[in-house]
């Protein structure tokens, strides 16, 4: 997750405007239906956090959306955003924030819709100002388009809270489809709490990226079910590109690893494990790619433990860039210490790369023997030795079935088969 990824940002005030705009969990509206089932249909995908001023963040919310064109359903995405007059003298809104409502093209038809706040930080309040943000952005959105069948909620904080306040207002039936670490990380407050238990109560379908992830939220909030579909991989690792090939046998053997550079993702570990195993080694590299708050210490780290000319830090890169790093790459590492899914690692062996990733949450399911190593979350120990085995095991691993079986249980078809048979 980026920075926007907080359900907590902004803190919302509690206001008249929450049971307003969303009842009370026993009150319900009557709904339209079941939904679309099988049959493709009208939906609209509302992202809790997506391409915004203060990071890009939700990649993968497009690609669903594509997957699901891909499939035949009409799909389009409502993005309704906060922004604060803090982020004004920051200089943290985007060029053309704050005109009432925009529609762009990214291969799904996106409708933005901004809102200044002005309310102090109290409980409730990114909640109340996001369902009255949605709310607009839904009524402009369908007297052009009609009432979709389905509202599909990228999150509960806070798609899921306008989603709730559309099925009020219009009977929509929705999905809820969970991204957050924040459950994982215990960061939400009582008040979040609340509203995570209204929007649960009465999503049609509750969705989460990975089993073990929805055994948390099964447990977190008892009653609720919690059914499993994983983030398909994109176009740019979709694409049957001409791979070029891993290094010649004289190169140096490429550790890449691509995540926010912040410290849940675990790169301090990585480094300290990676200096232990391979300082002084001119043959053996590690490349990160992503841009973060963390990068200036990660620096002085590979500094103070003598590898600083064997780590290169790449900066944000692009979906197409990333694969061609993973092309160029030998193996892929991801030591975060919690993940809801970890889309990097599909990318990774439909890139043909073996993987070595934390039991973190998401990858638990992702990574088997066939494909890569598997180890503990913040143990160090464990770490280097998984980096030291594939350092020496990673051309044992066959890069075109790493490919196929990547592409045959993460493709675009495989979500859109399963999206299918949950909404039914």
Same mark, same amino acid.
């Given at each position: 997750?980026?920075?926007?990824?907080?359900?907590?940002?902004?803190?919302?005030?509690?206001?008249?405007?929450?049971?307003?705009?969303?009842?009370?969990?026993?009150?319900?509206?009557?709904?339209?239906?079941?939904? /679309?089932?099988?049959?493709?249909?009208?939906?609209? *995908?509302?992202?809790?956090?997506?391409?915004?001023?203060?990071?890009?963040?939700?990649?993968?919310?497009?690609?669903?959306?594509?997957?699901?064109?891909?499939?035949?359903?009409?799909?389009?995405?409502?993005?309704?955003?906060?922004?604060?007059?803090?982020?004004?003298?920051?200089?943290?809104? *985007?060029?053309?924030?704050? $005109?009432?409502?925009?529609?762009?093209?990214?291969?799904?038809?996106?409708?933005?819709?901004?809102?200044?706040?002005?309310?102090? $930080?109290?409980?409730?309040?990114?909640?109340?100002?996001?369902?009255?943000?949605?709310?607009?952005?839904?009524?402009?959105?369908?007297?052009?388009?009609?009432? /979709?069948?389905?509202?599909?909620?990228?999150?509960?904080?806070?798609?899921?809270? +306008?989603?709730?306040?559309?099925?009020?207002?219009?009977?929509?039936?929705?999905?809820?489809?969970?991204?957050?670490?924040?459950?994982?990380?215990?960061?939400?407050?009582?008040?979040?709490?609340?509203?995570?238990?209204?929007?649960?109560?009465?999503?049609?379908?509750?969705?989460?990226?990975?089993?073990?992830?929805?055994?948390?939220?099964?447990?977190?909030?008892?009653?609720?079910?919690?059914?499993?579909?994983?983030?398909?991989?994109?176009?740019?690792?979709?694409?049957?590109?001409?791979?070029?090939?891993?290094?010649?046998?004289?190169?140096?053997?490429?550790?890449?690893?691509?995540?926010?550079?912040?410290?849940?993702?675990?790169?301090?570990?990585?480094?300290?494990?990676?200096?232990?195993?391979?300082?002084?080694?001119?043959?053996?590299?590690?490349?990160?790619?992503?841009?973060?708050?963390?990068?200036?210490?990660?620096?002085?780290?590979?500094?103070?433990?003598?590898?600083?000319?064997?780590?290169?830090?790449?900066?944000?890169?692009?979906?197409?860039? +990333?694969? *061609?790093?993973?092309?160029?790459?030998?193996?892929? +590492?991801?030591?975060?210490?919690?993940?809801?899914?970890?889309?990097?690692?599909?990318?990774?062996?439909?890139?043909?790369?073996?993987?070595?990733?934390? *039991?973190?949450?998401?990858?638990?399911?992702?990574?088997?023997?066939?494909?890569?190593?598997?180890?503990?979350?913040?143990?160090?120990?464990?770490?280097?030795?998984?980096?030291?085995?594939?350092?020496?095991?990673?051309?044992?691993?066959?890069?075109?079935?790493? $490919?196929?079986?990547?592409?045959?249980?993460?493709?675009?078809?495989?979500?859109?088969?399963?999206?299918?048979?949950?909404?039914?």
């Amino acid at each position: 997750m980026d920075g926007r990824d907080k359900p907590g940002h902004g803190d919302f005030g509690e206001a008249k405007l929450v049971p307003t705009l969303l009842g009370t969990a026993t009150e319900r509206s009557d709904s339209r239906g079941s939904g /679309p089932g099988a049959s493709p249909g009208h939906i609209v *995908a509302i992202p809790s956090w997506y391409k915004s001023a203060r990071g890009s963040g939700g990649g993968y919310f497009r690609d669903q959306a594509l997957a699901l064109q891909a499939a035949g359903w009409r799909v389009a995405m409502l993005a309704p955003d906060l922004y604060t007059p803090r982020d004004l003298r920051r200089g943290q809104v *985007a060029p053309g924030r704050g $005109r009432r409502v925009r529609v762009e093209d990214d291969g799904v038809p996106t409708w933005r819709r901004d809102t200044l706040v002005l309310l102090p $930080r109290l409980p409730y309040r990114n909640a109340t100002m996001m369902a009255w943000c949605g709310l607009r952005l839904f009524a402009e959105y369908t007297a052009v388009n009609g009432l /979709p069948d389905l509202v599909q909620a990228h999150s509960t904080l806070n798609g899921g809270v +306008v989603a709730l306040a559309i099925k009020r207002r219009y009977g929509i039936p929705f999905i809820v489809m969970e991204q957050s670490t924040a459950f994982a990380q215990e960061r939400l407050r009582w008040w979040e709490r609340d509203l995570v238990r209204r929007v649960v109560a009465e999503a049609q379908h509750c969705i989460a990226p990975s089993p073990r992830v929805g055994e948390l939220l099964a447990g977190q909030y008892p009653g609720s079910r919690w059914e499993c579909l994983s983030n398909p991989l994109g176009e740019a690792f979709v694409a049957d590109l001409p791979a070029p090939p891993r290094n010649p046998a004289a190169g140096p053997f490429i550790f890449l690893s691509a995540a926010r550079l912040s410290p849940e993702k675990g790169h301090a570990a990585l480094i300290e494990a990676f200096a232990e195993a391979f300082a002084g080694d001119p043959g053996t590299r590690l490349r990160l790619a992503g841009e973060g708050p963390i990068r200036g210490d990660l620096e002085r780290l590979c500094a103070e433990r003598g590898i600083a000319a064997q780590v290169e830090f790449l900066g944000l890169l692009s979906a197409p860039q +990333v694969r *061609a790093e993973m092309a160029a790459a030998n193996a892929f +590492v991801l030591a975060s210490d919690v993940e809801t899914f970890g889309v990097v690692v599909v990318e990774a062996l439909a890139s043909g790369r073996p993987v070595v990733a934390t *039991a973190s949450g998401g990858p638990d399911h992702l990574v088997n023997p066939a494909n890569g190593l598997l180890i503990p979350t913040r143990d160090r120990q464990a770490l280097r030795q998984a980096l030291t085995h594939m350092r020496h095991q990673a051309d044992d691993y066959d890069a075109a079935m790493l $490919r196929a079986e990547a592409l045959r249980l993460y493709g675009p078809e495989a979500f859109a088969r399963r999206f299918a048979e949950i909404i039914v």
